[in-house]
Every structure is written in structure tokens, then in C-alpha cells.
């Protein structure tokens, strides 16, 4: 193959495994769903690790794939070295072929030769081939390296190796052997390869293909009954070498995204070639993040979401080093779209959320680097100054603490200073702020969390399911933030309970409110919560009397506040599925509110809903509530849960066992004591099947009515909805009518015909509006007769230069053309302050143009003065700047820059 694409090598790898048996099995997802040890996918073989296990079966033997990974730490994968290296990236695609108990050695190798000679088209001369040599209690692979004999490779090209490069293992346990690798040199003399630079650091010798031979079990080294194939060939190194160039980044999988980067910047090939690292960086960083957003990842604070952010920041860091001034990453992550969306549909598929999630979050770090920069600074001008060479380690984390900036940039912005940064001062300083964090979030109503988990208490035991009025025994008490025994009328307290029908907050719901009535005294219920693991703690205060340790208490819950939290709680569920059957499966729960007033959603999806779909998902719900179905409850494992279809919530902890809340898209209810009515024609038949804890209305009639109030972005491709039900929407609707009476009156119409009144006023102003923006062109006008005497002549061409007040950029526009037609034949050049901003308007009649004379060049010429740029076309154009107090400077140069035109472009 001569000079071919990426694209095409990819296709060539994927069709020759094909015709040779294979399966084409399509990539994975970059987001490992069965292996906690694993963030990204970063190895080809990770999506069929368990069929080298031996623990899944699939209806194929053979497969060969394209497939995604992420690395972004071990060796050579330290994010710092991608962009000074040229060949280190984090996204990569790794191609290989695999034998899960089919083919071995022989037909592996016969392929691979055959691949490489006759598909590809390598020069023969120019490969290597390494064998394992052995090793204590392991065996030489000599089969290998006969077989790469018999299939025409030169014995001397033929090297072995140990096993820190040709031995392969999963673990320390599993499938394991020996490996082959495929090595190219790519230096411009033949003269100088040498067997010496296989397997070094030498760069004009290149690793482009490793065949794993799985035949042995690790802990015990005895053969498999099935032993397998695990190849691995990355496209970015073999395009380098099949385009014949020196770094992955010249190959055309990289090319367009830099040029795309020195397009936006207004750079050339010099300026790359000066800085190439950042360049680099910003290319490889884009893929990166094109691909995590599109598996849904968010930029966080942890997990895979702060491995998104890192890469995301750094980018937008290396942007600035190389100029940029202006959030840019959206222009050069659409470009990789574009340029990836034919093999990875998912890019185009998810583009917008893509972009827009870059966008949010490369604004938001922008503003956190010109603050944290200019603090960094003023640190580092300071230890210069007292002679000293370590930022210390308290205020690295206060810059990442106050303004987010992340300790990996602090240190690389010290380096450039030749500074370091005290990174356990720094971890210390952390570990502070989480012990005071954890001590916060335990710190409730004046009491320390500890003071229960030191208590042992057992968890408390929930009724609230089946009733709202309990009998429970006080085991704890503590009041005004002491464990005490007794607690006094207008103290605020803490109480434990064996039994409670108290709600305690979680999952999005609030904890309930009531009373505690004892013996002896009376407790007001403000809010509950759960600080320790299954205990329940009453925050409330004593009324009345006083509450004793040991003595039984009744538990009431405020009944018509927990109805609403109940209608509420329902309505959110089924707004989750109504939002799933409109908008997509997509439109998955972020986080919640359940309150008694309102209720509060939060999902994922990359745009503004549209009128038409919320009014979509409203009236589902509200068919969904007048149907009457059933909200009915069991308990299961998690397993048989998810199995039979249950949503589980992202993020969200089970345990083995799970409460499922099924609500019926009609009436299920054998003992239900009415007809339900039939849902409408149209009507999704899913029922909502969700994990849930929290307290839900009986049936879906007992919401009463919703309505939907608002929706809108609270993060990159995450949206929000907030609801009424019940009361609070009757509530809802009786203010809209009654601001509708209101304007009826005020307006003299009846209600009915509001809208029509108003769009009538409406069309009046508009036409005054207008009578006035003539009456403002006539004054204008006027004051531009006046200019007309300023027209000077040199060498027979008319010239006007002003300095005029203009509201806007159109206004301006409109007084440029007026003057142009007045005079006829030559050059206006008009300048403004808009705002604070000086802008400037050179404008050339036809006849002028077709002599040379350019609009767009001359005021090019003329923003330089006021510290901007622009350009236009021939005959008109404008410009911005910076510089106010170099405005008239400006406009006196129009002159000189005219008359030196003569016959060439100004």
C-alpha cells in the first residue's frame, strides 16, 4: 500500500481478518462496566477478558477488532509526556485479531506475515521479529521462532528477548505466555540498523505489532486445554509508518486537527515547528475528550470525570501557551468529529452534547486560570524575592481550594520558574479540609455525628411505609449538641428511637416533620436525618415538659406533609419515564429534590427540551395520574432487580437486597374498588419500574394534577425540571388565572381576549418605534449634510474622514451609505466609540474599486492603530479595536494611506 490513510489501514486490518474467519465485533465502550480495577479500556483484549477466562461464551471463535482505549498513566502514558513525545498519546485505537481456543502460533503468525508483506506491503528488509529467549522454570518459545522462519522471515532478523518483553500475563493468576513483537525501522540510511536498536529508546526504531500466545496458566505454568490468540497493533504507529513520517502527530490521523488549531490561532507551519509540544497536546487531548463525552462522562472532581477534566484543562492550558486568548477547544473537537464520525458514529450522533460540555467547561476553567495565574504569580514573585525554591504546600491547595486550580498546573507553571512544589504540604493541607468536611457534613442542628456512631446504637427500624403514627422507646437523647439523658422544655434536641414512621432524608427526599409526644412532654419534629449508617435522629425541640432516656414515646408524622412529599415523590418517577419515552433512553436521573412544595429533577441531555415535547411529558404524566394505575412495592435482590428491568440510579449504593417500585400504567389492583378509565390511544404502555427507598402515594390518582414550571441548564448536557402537584399546582394555576384576571382588567377585555389586546399593543409600539427610528435618520441625516463640506480631493480622488456618534454597528452602516451616495465617487472612512470599543467604516464606490482601491485592506490597516484587526470586502468594510485614545489617530492616516495608493491597493 502506498501512503494510505489511516482510515484505510484500519479497513485493510478489519476485511483481511474478515475473509480469514474473523468476526468484525464493533469496539467497545471506552468505560469498563464489569471491572472495577479498570477506569478506561486500555488494552484491545480488556472487552474479551472473560472469554480468556474462560466465564463467557460467544457465538464466535475468531474476532478482530477496532478498538478504542485510554491510558493515561503507567509507562510512557504520563500525561505530562503527551505533546513532548512525539508518539505518546492518550487515545489511541488499538487494531487486533484474537483466537479464543481456535487458531494458535502457527496460524497466527502465518497471518501476520502475510498481512505484513502482502496487504501492507512492508519493505521485508526493513522488519524485526522477537522471540521470548526463556527464563527460569519457563521454556524458550523456539516454535515461534521457527515458524517466523518457515514463513520466509531471515533467521537474523529473528531476536530474543526475556520477559520483561516477551513474556505476557493477565495477572498473577490466569492466562499467560510468551509474546511476539514486530518491530520497523524507519531511519533514512539503511546502513545504520542494527539489531542493537530493537527494544531500545532508539526512535528510527518502531514497535508496531504484538502477538500474545496465551498457552499457559500463570500460578502453576501448565498448559491450557485451549490455548489463544490476543493481538495488538496500534493504528497511530503503524499509520507513522506507512505515511513515512517520524511522529504519529504528522500521520493524518493528527494533521487536521493542528491545522485546524493554527488555523483558529492564525499561526503557520514556523510557529507549530517552534512549539510542537503544545500543539501536540491540544490534538491529542481533543480526541480524548471527543471520545470520553461521547460515552457520557462529565468533567468532576474524581473518577473518570476528573481524568476528563485534567485532559480537558491541560488542553485549554497548552492553548494559551501557544497564544490563544479565547475559548477555542469546541473548533478543534468538532474537527475531530468530523474527522472520526465515519468509524465512531457516536461522535456525530452525540455532537452537540460533546461540544457544548467542552464548551461549559473550558469557559469555566478559563476564568479559573486568569484568577489562579495571577495569585500564582504574585507566590512566585514573592519566593523569588526571599531567595526561596518551593511554593509551599498550603498554597498550592489554597489555589485549587478557592479557585480550582489543579496542583498537576500549579507545579508545571512553578517548573517554568524553576520552582517545586511542596506536594505533601499540599496533601496535608487536603487532608485537613476533608477531616473538617466530614465533620460538617456530620454536624447537624449543633450535634456531632460521632456522638452517635460511639453510641453503637442499632438501627432504628422503619414504619412510615405502612403508617404514620408509631410507638418507639428513646434509646439516645442529646440536647444543645450534648449526649445527655434528659432534655428540658426549650432545648433543642436530637432523639434516637428503636421504631420510627419518621422519613429520614435521602434519595432526594426531605425528612419528615410531627411530633413526639411522651409521657412527660412533647417534642417539635423539624427535620430528619440519617448521619449514621441506619440510625434515624429526630432534630427538633422540646415543647413541653421534657423526654427522658428509656421511656416510649408516640411518633407522629405531619400527615398532610408527607402526603405531599408522597404525590410528589410519585410524580417524579413517572416525569423519569415520561422523559425517557419522549426524549430517549438518554434522559437518565442526575439528582433530585422531593419536597412537600415543589419537586426538582435533574437528567442528562444536551439541549433545551422544546415546547412541543414538555407539553408531551406533561400530558403523559397527567394521562398516567388520571388513569389511576397502582404503585405497588417489593423487595428483591439487586441482581434479579436490574435483571427484570428496574432502573438503578448512577452513583447511587445498594445493598444485596432492594425495595422495587412498579407503578401500573393502569389499574392493576385486583382489589381496587373502582374502574379505572383506559389510557388514550397513544399512550406508551412502559410502566415505571424503578430502586427506590422512599414513601410513594398508593395509586397514581392521588397526585391529584401536574404541572411543569420551568426547565433549564444547570451544566454542561445536564438539565432541570422543576414540578407542582396536588396542592401546590392548584395553587399554581389559581395565581396564573387570577394575573390573568388582573391584565383582563387593567387591559378593559375580557380574559379570553388578553393575548389579542396585547399583540395589538404590541403592533403599536412597534409602528411608533419605527416613526421614530425615521424621525432619528432625519436628524441624523441633517447633521451629515454638514460633513459633506469636509470632502477633500487628492489626485482626483474624493475623501471623507469623521469622527461621528453612532448608537450601533447598523446605524453607522446606514450613515456610511448615505454619504456615499451623496458623493458619488471616493472614499468614506468613518469612526464611532460603540460601547467602549472604538469601531471603524472604510467604504469605496465602484469605480474606485475597479482602480485597486480596497475597503477591506485599508481598514485593516487602520484597526492596527486602535489595537484591533477586521477586513471586509472591496467596497465596504469594518473594524474593531481596543484602543479608544487612538481613534482619531486612525482617521488622520486614512489620508496618507489613500494618497499613497496611486494605482496599487491601498
Not at 79 to 84: A, I, Q, S, Y
Given at each position: 500500500?502506498q501512503?494510505?490513510?489511516?482510515?484505510?489501514?484500519r479497513?485493510?486490518?478489519?476485511?483481511?481478518?474478515?475473509?480469514?474467519?474473523?468476526?468484525?465485533?464493533?469496539?467497545s465502550?471506552?468505560?469498563?462496566?464489569?471491572?472495577?480495577?479498570?477506569?478506561?479500556?486500555?488494552?484491545?483484549?480488556?472487552?474479551f477478558?472473560?472469554?480468556?477466562?474462560?466465564?463467557?461464551?460467544?457465538p464466535y471463535?475468531?474476532?478482530?477488532?477496532?478498538?478504542?482505549?485510554?491510558?493515561?498513566?503507567?509507562?510512557?502514558?504520563?500525561?505530562?509526556?503527551?505533546?513532548?513525545?512525539p508518539r505518546?498519546?492518550?487515545?489511541f485505537?488499538?487494531l487486533?485479531n484474537?483466537?479464543?481456543?481456535d487458531?494458535f502460533?502457527?496460524?497466527?503468525?502465518?497471518?501476520?506475515?502475510?498481512l505484513?508483506?502482502?496487504?501492507?506491503?512492508?519493505p521485508?528488509?526493513?522488519?524485526?521479529?522477537?522471540?521470548?529467549?526463556?527464563?527460569?522454570?519457563?521454556?524458550?518459545?523456539?516454535e515461534?521462532?521457527q515458524?517466523w522462519?518457515?514463513?520466509?522471515?531471515?533467521?537474523?532478523?529473528?531476536?530474543?528477548?526475556?520477559?520483561?518483553?516477551?513474556?505476557?500475563?493477565?495477572?498473577?493468576?490466569?492466562?499467560?505466555?510468551?509474546?511476539?513483537?514486530?518491530?520497523?525501522?524507519?531511519g533514512d540510511d539503511?546502513?545504520?540498523?542494527?539489531a542493537?536498536?530493537?527494544?531500545s529508546?532508539?526512535?528510527?526504531?518502531?514497535?508496531?505489532?504484538?502477538?500474545?500466545?496465551?498457552?499457559?496458566?500463570r500460578?502453576?505454568?501448565q498448559r491450557?486445554?485451549?490455548?489463544?490468540?490476543?493481538?495488538?497493533?496500534?493504528?497511530?504507529?503503524?499509520?507513522?509508518?506507512?505515511?513515512?513520517?517520524?511522529?504519529?502527530?504528522e500521520?493524518?490521523?493528527?494533521?487536521?486537527?493542528?491545522?485546524?488549531?493554527?488555523?483558529?490561532?492564525g499561526?503557520?507551519?514556523a510557529?507549530?515547528?517552534?512549539?510542537?509540544?503544545?500543539?501536540?497536546?491540544v490534538?491529542?487531548?481533543?480526541?480524548?475528550?471527543?471520545?470520553?463525552?461521547?460515552?457520557?462522562v462529565?468533567?468532576g472532581?474524581?473518577?473518570?470525570?476528573?481524568?476528563?477534566?485534567?485532559?480537558?484543562?491541560?488542553a485549554?492550558?497548552?492553548?494559551?501557551?501557544?497564544?490563544?486568548?479565547?475559548p477555542?477547544?469546541?473548533e478543534?473537537v468538532?474537527?475531530?468529529?468530523?474527522?472520526?464520525?465515519?468509524?465512531?458514529p457516536?461522535?456525530?450522533?452525540?455532537?452537540?452534547?460533546?461540544?457544548?460540555t467542552?464548551?461549559?467547561e473550558e469557559?469555566?476553567?478559563l476564568?479559573?486560570?486568569?484568577?489562579?495565574?495571577?495569585?500564582l504569580?504574585?507566590?512566585?514573585?514573592?519566593?523569588?524575592?526571599?531567595?526561596?525554591?518551593?511554593?509551599?504546600?498550603?498554597?498550592?491547595?489554597?489555589?485549587k481550594?478557592?479557585?480550582?486550580?489543579?496542583?498537576?498546573?500549579?507545579?508545571?507553571?512553578?517548573?517554568?520558574?524553576?520552582?517545586?512544589?511542596d506536594?505533601?504540604?499540599f496533601?496535608?493541607a487536603?487532608?485537613?479540609?476533608?477531616?473538617?468536611?466530614r465533620?460538617?457534613?456530620?454536624?447537624k442542628?449543633?450535634?456531632?455525628?460521632?456522638?452517635?456512631?460511639?453510641?453503637?446504637?442499632?438501627?432504628?427500624?422503619f414504619?412510615g411505609?405502612?403508617e404514620?403514627?408509631?410507638?418507639?422507646?428513646?434509646?439516645?437523647?442529646?440536647?444543645?449538641?450534648?449526649?445527655?439523658?434528659?432534655?428540658?422544655e426549650g432545648?433543642?434536641?436530637?432523639i434516637?428511637l428503636?421504631?420510627?414512621?419518621?422519613?429520614?432524608?435521602?434519595?432526594?427526599?426531605v425528612?419528615?416533620?410531627?411530633?413526639?409526644?411522651?409521657?412527660?412532654?412533647?417534642?417539635?419534629v423539624?427535620?430528619t436525618?440519617?448521619?449514621?449508617?441506619?440510625v434515624?435522629?429526630?432534630?427538633?425541640?422540646?415543647?413541653s415538659?421534657?423526654?427522658?432516656?428509656?421511656?416510649?414515646?408516640?411518633a407522629?408524622?405531619?400527615t398532610?406533609?408527607?402526603a405531599?412529599?408522597?404525590?410528589?415523590?410519585t410524580?417524579?418517577?413517572l416525569?423519569?419515564?415520561?422523559?425517557?419515552?419522549?426524549?430517549?433512553?438518554?434522559?437518565a436521573?442526575a439528582?433530585?429534590?422531593?419536597?412537600?412544595?415543589?419537586?426538582?429533577?435533574?437528567?442528562?441531555h444536551?439541549?433545551?427540551?422544546?415546547?412541543?415535547?414538555?407539553r408531551?411529558?406533561?400530558?403523559?404524566?397527567?394521562a398516567?395520574?388520571?388513569?389511576?394505575?397502582a404503585?405497588?412495592w417489593?423487595?428483591?435482590?439487586?441482581?434479579?432487580?436490574i435483571?427484570n428491568?428496574?432502573?438503578?440510579?448512577?452513583?447511587?449504593?445498594?445493598?444485596?437486597?432492594?425495595?422495587?417500585?412498579?407503578?401500573?400504567?393502569?389499574?392493576?389492583?385486583?382489589?381496587?374498588?373502582?374502574?379505572?378509565?383506559?389510557?388514550?390511544?397513544?399512550?406508551?404502555s412502559?410502566?415505571?419500574?424503578?430502586?427506590?427507598?422512599?414513601?410513594?402515594?398508593?395509586?397514581?390518582?392521588?397526585?391529584?394534577?401536574?404541572?411543569?414550571?420551568?426547565?433549564?441548564?444547570?451544566?454542561?448536557?445536564?438539565?432541570?425540571i422543576?414540578?407542582?402537584?396536588?396542592?401546590?399546582?392548584?395553587?399554581w394555576?389559581e395565581?396564573?388565572?387570577?394575573t390573568?384576571?388582573?391584565?383582563?382588567?387593567?387591559?378593559?377585555?375580557?380574559?379570553?381576549?388578553?393575548?389579542?389586546?396585547v399583540?395589538a399593543?404590541?403592533?403599536?409600539?412597534?409602528?411608533r418605534q419605527?416613526?421614530?427610528?425615521?424621525?432619528?435618520?432625519?436628524?441624523?441625516?441633517?447633521?451629515l449634510?454638514?460633513?459633506?463640506?469636509?470632502?477633500?480631493?487628492?489626485?482626483g480622488?474624493?475623501?471623507?474622514?469623521?469622527?461621528?456618534?453612532?448608537p450601533?454597528?447598523?446605524?453607522?452602516?446606514?450613515?456610511?451609505?448615505?454619504?456615499?451616495?451623496?458623493i458619488?465617487?471616493g472614499?468614506?472612512?468613518?469612526?464611532?466609540v460603540?460601547?467602549?470599543?472604538?469601531?471603524?467604516?472604510t467604504?469605496?464606490?465602484s469605480?474606485?474599486?475597479?482602480?485597486?482601491y480596497?475597503?477591506?485592506?485599508?481598514?485593516?490597516?487602520?484597526?492596527?492603530?486602535?489595537?484591533?484587526?477586521?477586513?471586509?470586502?472591496p467596497?465596504?468594510a469594518?473594524?474593531?479595536g481596543?484602543?479608544?485614545?487612538?481613534?482619531?489617530?486612525?482617521?488622520?492616516?486614512?489620508?496618507?494611506?489613500v494618497?499613497?495608493?496611486?494605482?496599487?491597493?491601498?
Amino acid at each position: 500500500m502506498q501512503n494510505p490513510t489511516a482510515a484505510q489501514i484500519r479497513e485493510t486490518y478489519l476485511r483481511f481478518f474478515e475473509r480469514h474467519g474473523h468476526t468484525i465485533v464493533p469496539s467497545s465502550s471506552l468505560v469498563v462496566a464489569d471491572d472495577p480495577t479498570l477506569l478506561f479500556v486500555n488494552a484491545g483484549m480488556v472487552p474479551f477478558k472473560n472469554l480468556f477466562l474462560g466465564l463467557e461464551q460467544r457465538p464466535y471463535t475468531r474476532a478482530v477488532t477496532a478498538q478504542k482505549c485510554l491510558r493515561v498513566s503507567g509507562k510512557h502514558n504520563d500525561l505530562e509526556e503527551v505533546g513532548p513525545s512525539p508518539r505518546h498519546q492518550t487515545f489511541f485505537e488499538m487494531l487486533g485479531n484474537f483466537s479464543f481456543g481456535d487458531y494458535f502460533k502457527a496460524e497466527a503468525i502465518r497471518l501476520a506475515w502475510k498481512l505484513l508483506t502482502e496487504e501492507f506491503k512492508l519493505p521485508v528488509e526493513r522488519l524485526w521479529f522477537t522471540v521470548f529467549e526463556g527464563s527460569s522454570g519457563i521454556p524458550a518459545d523456539d516454535e515461534a521462532a521457527q515458524l517466523w522462519q518457515e514463513a520466509g522471515v531471515d533467521p537474523s532478523r529473528i531476536l530474543r528477548f526475556g520477559e520483561k518483553d516477551n513474556f505476557w500475563m493477565m495477572a498473577d493468576t490466569g492466562p499467560c505466555g510468551p509474546n511476539s513483537e514486530i518491530t520497523v525501522y524507519i531511519g533514512d540510511d539503511l546502513s545504520k540498523m542494527s539489531a542493537d536498536g530493537v527494544n531500545s529508546d532508539d526512535p528510527d526504531y518502531v514497535e508496531i505489532w504484538n502477538n500474545v500466545f496465551m498457552q499457559f496458566e500463570r500460578s502453576t505454568m501448565q498448559r491450557l486445554p485451549h490455548a489463544s490468540i490476543d493481538t495488538g497493533m496500534g493504528l497511530e504507529r503503524m499509520a507513522m509508518v506507512m505515511q513515512g513520517v517520524h511522529s504519529s502527530y504528522e500521520t493524518d490521523l493528527f494533521r487536521p486537527i493542528i491545522e485546524r488549531t493554527m488555523g483558529l490561532l492564525g499561526s503557520d507551519e514556523a510557529h507549530y515547528r517552534s512549539k510542537p509540544a503544545p500543539y501536540r497536546a491540544v490534538a491529542d487531548h481533543a480526541r480524548a475528550i471527543a471520545f470520553l463525552i461521547a460515552e457520557r462522562v462529565l468533567p468532576g472532581n474524581s473518577g473518570r470525570s476528573y481524568v476528563l477534566r485534567r485532559i480537558l484543562r491541560r488542553a485549554a492550558y497548552q492553548g494559551q501557551i501557544i497564544g490563544f486568548e479565547r475559548p477555542f477547544l469546541v473548533e478543534v473537537v468538532d474537527t475531530v468529529i468530523k474527522g472520526m464520525g465515519d468509524a465512531y458514529p457516536e461522535l456525530r450522533e452525540r455532537r452537540e452534547f460533546i461540544l457544548e460540555t467542552t464548551d461549559t467547561e473550558e469557559q469555566q476553567f478559563l476564568r479559573t486560570l486568569s484568577s489562579g495565574i495571577t495569585k500564582l504569580n504574585t507566590i512566585i514573585e514573592d519566593l523569588h524575592a526571599r531567595g526561596e525554591a518551593t511554593v509551599p504546600g498550603a498554597e498550592a491547595f489554597r489555589l485549587k481550594d478557592t479557585d480550582g486550580f489543579p496542583l498537576d498546573l500549579t507545579q508545571k507553571i512553578a517548573a517554568e520558574h524553576n520552582l517545586s512544589v511542596d506536594v505533601a504540604g499540599f496533601e496535608t493541607a487536603m487532608d485537613e479540609q476533608r477531616r473538617r468536611s466530614r465533620a460538617a457534613t456530620q454536624f447537624k442542628r449543633g450535634v456531632d455525628a460521632e456522638i452517635w456512631q460511639d453510641r453503637n446504637l442499632p438501627p432504628t427500624e422503619f414504619t412510615g411505609y405502612a403508617e404514620l403514627s408509631s410507638a418507639g422507646r428513646v434509646l439516645a437523647l442529646a440536647a444543645d449538641g450534648d449526649d445527655v439523658s434528659t432534655a428540658q422544655e426549650g432545648q433543642r434536641v436530637e432523639i434516637v428511637l428503636d421504631r420510627t414512621p419518621f422519613y429520614a432524608e435521602s434519595g432526594g427526599q426531605v425528612g419528615d416533620t410531627g411530633l413526639l409526644i411522651g409521657p412527660q412532654g412533647q417534642a417539635r419534629v423539624e427535620d430528619t436525618l440519617r448521619p449514621v449508617p441506619g440510625v434515624t435522629i429526630h432534630y427538633g425541640r422540646v415543647v413541653s415538659g421534657q423526654f427522658s432516656q428509656g421511656e416510649t414515646v408516640t411518633a407522629q408524622v405531619d400527615t398532610q406533609r408527607r402526603a405531599d412529599i408522597q404525590r410528589n415523590h410519585t410524580a417524579t418517577h413517572l416525569l423519569h419515564r415520561a422523559l425517557r419515552d419522549v426524549l430517549g433512553e438518554h434522559a437518565a436521573q442526575a439528582g433530585s429534590l422531593v419536597a412537600p412544595d415543589r419537586l426538582r429533577f435533574d437528567f442528562t441531555h444536551t439541549r433545551a427540551i422544546e415546547p412541543e415535547q414538555l407539553r408531551e411529558i406533561e400530558t403523559r404524566i397527567n394521562a398516567w395520574i388520571r388513569i389511576d394505575g397502582a404503585v405497588t412495592w417489593t423487595v428483591t435482590d439487586y441482581q434479579s432487580a436490574i435483571d427484570n428491568g428496574a432502573i438503578a440510579l448512577f452513583g447511587e449504593k445498594y445493598g444485596d437486597q432492594v425495595r422495587v417500585v412498579h407503578i401500573a400504567r393502569g389499574a392493576q389492583d385486583t382489589n381496587a374498588t373502582h374502574p379505572a378509565p383506559q389510557a388514550p390511544p397513544d399512550f406508551a404502555s412502559r410502566d415505571s419500574v424503578e430502586l427506590c427507598g422512599g414513601a410513594h402515594v398508593a395509586r397514581t390518582g392521588e397526585i391529584g394534577y401536574a404541572r411543569i414550571i420551568s426547565e433549564g441548564s444547570v451544566g454542561s448536557g445536564l438539565r432541570r425540571i422543576e414540578a407542582l402537584t396536588g396542592r401546590g399546582a392548584e395553587a399554581w394555576v389559581e395565581a396564573q388565572a387570577r394575573t390573568l384576571r388582573d391584565l383582563a382588567t387593567r387591559l378593559g377585555v375580557p380574559p379570553a381576549q388578553v393575548a389579542e389586546r396585547v399583540e395589538a399593543l404590541l403592533t403599536e409600539t412597534k409602528q411608533r418605534q419605527q416613526e421614530l427610528d425615521s424621525l432619528r435618520s432625519q436628524i441624523t441625516r441633517g447633521s451629515l449634510e454638514g460633513l459633506l463640506a469636509q470632502v477633500q480631493r487628492d489626485n482626483g480622488v474624493a475623501l471623507l474622514t469623521a469622527r461621528v456618534e453612532a448608537p450601533d454597528a447598523t446605524h453607522l452602516r446606514e450613515m456610511g451609505d448615505w454619504l456615499r451616495d451623496k458623493i458619488g465617487s471616493g472614499v468614506v472612512v468613518l469612526g464611532a466609540v460603540l460601547g467602549d470599543k472604538p469601531q471603524l467604516l472604510t467604504i469605496v464606490t465602484s469605480d474606485l474599486v475597479k482602480q485597486g482601491y480596497h475597503a477591506g485592506n485599508l481598514v485593516k490597516e487602520l484597526a492596527r492603530i486602535v489595537g484591533g484587526g477586521g477586513g471586509g470586502r472591496p467596497d465596504m468594510a469594518q473594524a474593531g479595536g481596543r484602543d479608544v485614545g487612538k481613534l482619531d489617530a486612525a482617521l488622520a492616516h486614512a489620508r496618507e494611506l489613500v494618497r499613497a495608493h496611486g494605482t496599487r491597493s491601498a
